[in-house]
Nanobody
C-alpha cells in the first residue's frame, strides 16, 4: 500500500488547512488510519485517528476542538481538518495505516505504512 499526503502549506495563526491522505494498492476500508506530526528536534506525535468506518475517532488533547479527522472510503482518502492553527502546530504531518480496523491507537509503532509527509507552517 502507498500513501500520499497533501494539503500542507503556510498559514497565519488562526487560519485553517485541510490535509488529505490518499492510499493506493488496497482499499482504504481495510484500515484504521492515523495522523501524526513531527516538528524539528521533536519526536513524532499523535494527532488523530479514525476507525475503518469512520464511526470511532480520537485526537490528542492539544488539538481537541480544533482538528477533526474524517474519511471517505469511496475516494480512498482520509482528511485532517485543522482550524484555529497555532504556531506550535507547525510540523511535518504524516498519515499512516493501521491493520486493526477498529484501532485508534496513538502509538506510532502500531501503524504499518506511512506517507511521505506534508509540511505545515504557521506564522504568528
Amino acid at each position: 500500500v502507498q500513501l500520499q499526503a497533501s494539503g500542507g502549506g503556510s498559514v497565519q495563526a488562526g487560519g485553517s488547512l485541510r490535509l488529505s491522505c490518499t492510499i493506493s494498492g488496497r482499499p482504504l476500508s481495510s484500515y484504521a488510519m492515523g495522523w501524526f506530526r513531527q516538528a524539528p528536534g521533536k519526536e513524532r506525535e499523535f494527532v488523530a485517528a479514525i476507525s475503518w468506518s469512520g464511526t470511532l475517532t480520537s485526537s490528542a488533547d492539544s488539538v481537541k476542538g480544533r482538528f477533526s479527522i474524517s474519511r471517505d472510503n469511496a475516494k480512498n482518502t482520509v482528511y485532517l481538518q485543522m482550524n484555529s492553527l497555532k504556531p506550535e502546530d507547525a510540523a511535518v504531518y504524516y498519515c499512516a495505516t493501521n491493520n486493526h480496523p477498529y484501532s485508534r491507537s496513538s502509538i506510532p509503532s502500531d501503524y504499518d505504512s506511512w506517507g511521505q509527509g506534508t509540511q505545515v507552517t504557521v506564522s504568528s
